[in-house]
């Protein structure tokens, strides 16, 4: 149906979008939690940050004929350097933050989730009972690392990429 009008069907696409809607109304299910039960929730995400210190425009303020004068210019970056930041959180406290050298794809996920998650977990919580909660990034949402989460046993609470504010 959608060839006959020229638009090509992703699959992918798809899947990413149905996921992000389940997971929207499951998060919208959670909106009548306790305090009890958000507590055992381990939040967790990764960003990046830019390591400069000419993000922002400046105003400079000059006289006539000032333009080229040394203390009216100021060196920019054009591609600043970054890290990439990954960083868990619950209730019960802070976990070691991540700090990684590349993209996050599925093998770093796993590598991060070993070696951070599940000693942060183990600080947190000892042997109580936690959900994990994470957004439906790629390297989050693959199959590879709903695998890991299941062989390990972890529940995992999903929340929607750049989600808005559900408090519905």
Known sequence: MYARHGFQLSH????ATLEQQTASEASKDKKDWTAAEWSKVMFSDESKFC?????QIPRIWRKRGEAHNPRCLRSSVKFPQSVMVWGAMSSAGVGPLC???SKVNTAIYKEVLEHFMLPAADQLYGDADFIFQQDLAPAHSAKATSTWFKDDGIPVLNWPVNSPDLNL
């Open 12 to 15: 992918s696409l798809c899947q």
């Open 51 to 55: 390591i400069s210190f000419g993000n």
């Open 99 to 101: 700090f990684l050298r």
